[in-house]
């Protein structure tokens, strides 16, 4: 029963471009959306993050949006450069803090140069 | 700035071993959390932590696995006894209540 769900495995994407990861939950008391990149042999690394009383965010080159009719979330990365190739997890948590955060299964993403 | 330290960075032992996995946390943080990540099941809390007290355990898998914070600065997760399909990537995180978590690197984990 996953309640946060990444249905892409994998994403490849040309330097420059623009690159959107998806993300959708189930579970309405999710109130709080974050987006970690994890490189190979390290742990993630906080990104971005998103309240439910927004509907967008951004940092720099990140953007997270949050259509909550949908129970949908995305992160786009404008322009996309070779040092993004990661793992890209979304996670959730309720009660409006990172506290206990539920993960999605990760987006490999590989932005070719 | 140190970040979460975690040791050590991997571990190979036989089934039926006990298995200790100690964490630092980003010292001034007050709560720390234990993950274990899998092909099958992804990243998965296990276990967390405000003020050194165990506030949620229920994603220890079971009464094998245990985890002790004695200190704001120290933790540990062991498995005892070990069996392979304990063989994972256990990550601590350490945060300020209600911030963003900020990970250590992981024990890689192989139980033969």
């Known amino acids: 029963d996953q309640q946060v769900k990444q249905n892409s495995p994998s994403l490849s994407v040309q330097e420059g471009r623009i690159s959107i990861l998806n993300c959708d939950y189930t579970n309405s008391m999710f109130d709080y959306f974050l987006w970690y990149k994890k490189y190979p042999a390290e742990g993630p690394t906080f990104l971005i993050s998103i309240s439910s009383i927004k509907d967008k965010n951004e940092d720099g080159r990140f953007t997270v949006f949050l259509n909550k009719s949908a129970k949908h979330l995305s992160l786009h990365i404008v322009p996309s450069q070779p040092g993004d190739s990661a793992v890209y997890f979304c996670?959730?948590?309720?009660?409006?803090?990172?506290?206990?955060?539920?993960f999605g299964s990760g987006t490999q993403l590989t932005v070719l140069p | 700035d140190a970040g979460v330290i975690q040791s050590p960075r991997h571990e190979v032992t036989e089934m039926g071993q006990e298995v200790t996995l100690r964490c630092k946390p980003i010292s001034g943080h007050n709560s720390l959390f234990w993950y274990r990540q899998t092909m099958m099941r992804g990243l998965e809390l296990l276990i967390y932590?405000?003020?050194?007290?165990?506030?949620?355990d229920s994603g220890m898998p079971e009464d094998r696995f245990s985890a002790k914070m004695p200190n704001a600065s120290f933790s540990t997760l062991k498995i005892q006894p070990s069996e392979p399909r304990d063989s994972a990537v256990y990550f601590c995180a350490s945060s300020l209540i209600d911030g963003s978590q900020h990970f250590g690197d992981g024990t890689r984990l192989s139980i033969l």
């Open positions: 932590f405000n003020n050194n007290v165990p506030i949620d």
């Open positions: 996670a959730a948590s309720g009660g409006g803090s990172a506290r206990q955060l539920t």
